[in-house]
């Protein structure tokens, strides 16, 4: 009966380990994720109050109700002649899945990413 209390305890420890470890794991991909979405939202904001266009492939938002990919490289000319680039110069560091299309700009000009949180 020992040697079966000792193995039930082991492997009842190893199955909370693995949750916690699972949920940690989870939730710290939620939280990188949301902070992505916070700062591409910062740099889309600060962009379209320099350019007066959106980091879209027309530059223009989609008609209503629709979704536009950002485009990471949509850029414009400055007031000193110097092409300015949404991402390296408004948003400092390119998220995860950048190159998949699946960050949008909705026809309100919100962001988000279309991704679950797991998926992220």
Do not use: C, Q
Not at 8 to 32: C, D, E, N
Not at 39 to 66: D, H, I, Q
Not at 70 to 88: C, E, H, L, Q, W
């Amino acid at each position: 009966m020992g040697v079966l209390s000792a193995l039930l305890v082991v492997t009842i420890l190893v199955a909370v380990v693995g949750v916690i470890v699972y949920f940690f794991y989870t939730s710290s991909r939620t939280t990188s994720m949301e902070g992505a979405l916070k700062e591409v939202r910062a740099a889309v904001s600060v962009f379209v109050t320099e350019s007066s266009e959106w980091p879209t492939a027309n530059g223009k938002l989609p008609a209503a109700g629709g979704y536009a990919p950002i485009n990471f490289s949509a850029g414009f000319t400055d007031n000193t002649g110097k092409m300015v680039r949404f991402y390296p110069h408004f948003l400092h560091d390119l998220p995860r899945h950048w190159n998949s299309g699946v960050w949008l700009i909705d026809s309100r000009g919100d962001v988000s990413v279309d991704l679950g949180p797991g998926e992220y």
